[in-house]
């Protein structure tokens, strides 16, 4: 068997990874939190179930587009801080690299490699807090507005003769009568938080291309 034998001094460095930038996919909802509240002793159909959908809400007062904004720049943020941190590690890998003087030994090679590596994983490390930091943040804001739709929801339901309210998108079927979206989107517009004009747009068809990427699907949670 005949092996390939490397010239001594070759130079064989594993470059620094470049950091790949934060996937941000379109808004996906996850408001299990809006689902149920308890049951009201008031209630003329003890056990009746109510339907809401938070997202149409959520696109009805402008708040999918909002949330969406402070998505974007909390995304920007975190990229900003990976690209200095990347620069950060790059010039360090350089400074490193012209300390060792030509040519370089094999023990230096292997003492550069490995150095490579423990900036990859540095970096893999800081990308993957990143991550966590986003959807940490996403769940943030989608629980406040689940708390601010979920009393108006109950209320409506009550008033309705319901002591259940459910998310339409965990719902297989349901009569119109039962869907309260209409009535709890009317309440909310009378907040002050939510009585600026946001425009009257159509409902998107189902499929058709968001701002933020991904297409409108109107069960996505």
Request: glycine share 6%.
């Amino acid at each position: 068997m005949v092996r390939t034998m490397r010239r001594f001094g070759e130079r064989r460095w594993l470059p620094i990874a470049l950091l790949a930038l934060i996937a941000i996919p379109a808004i996906r909802w996850g408001f299990d939190r809006v689902e149920a509240g308890a049951a009201a002793p008031w209630s003329t159909a003890p056990g009746a179930v109510a339907v809401v959908d938070v997202i149409e809400i959520a696109r009805q007062l402008g708040v999918r587009e909002r949330l969406q904004g402070e998505l974007d720049a909390r995304q920007a943020e975190l990229n900003g801080r990976l690209e200095l941190l990347q620069r950060d590690y790059a010039q360090r890998l350089e400074e490193r690299r012209a300390a060792l003087g030509q040519p370089a030994s094999e023990s230096q090679q292997r003492e550069l490699e490995q150095f490579t590596l423990s900036l990859n994983s540095q970096i893999l490390q800081e990308r993957n807090a990143a991550k966590v930091e986003y959807a940490a943040y996403q769940a943030e804001l989608e629980s406040k507005f689940a708390d601010q739709v979920r009393p108006i929801a109950l209320e409506t339901a009550r008033q309705a003769g319901y002591s259940l309210v459910m998310a339409r998108a965990n719902v297989f079927a349901v009569s119109p009568e039962a869907d309260v979206t209409t009535a709890v989107i009317e309440t909310m517009r009378k907040m002050p938080e939510f009585s600026a004009p946001t425009g009257s747009a159509p409902r998107p068809r189902v499929g058709a291309a968001q701002r933020g990427g991904g297409e409108f699907r109107p069960n996505d949670r």
